[in-house]
């Protein structure tokens, strides 16, 4: 019988201790990104969700930049021995939360 529950996740790694972080813009999710991991940026924050309320009320999360391309991009730049760590930022600071 199969394990129940959600899939196990790898354990995840410490943030290094020297930190050099870049922010993929705008849904960015080229080349610049993987050329920044090379020449030493260990924090990739991309931009951004928003946290919005649907009509009935619930939180929403949407936006953001094309999550397939950023989960490619991490198993490249892994892959590639270069362990990355990914974010991602909220935007939205000029609407109420939910």
Known sequence: MPPRGPPRRPPR???PSVI?????NWGECDGKVELAART???VIIWFAIELTVAPGGKPVVSGGPNLTCVADTAARLEAGG???HHFISVGGGDAPHP
């Open 40 to 42: 030493g940026v260990n």
């Open 13 to 15: 790694r410490p943030l």
């Open 20 to 24: 050099s972080a870049g922010y993929a």
């Open 82 to 84: 270069l362990p990355t």
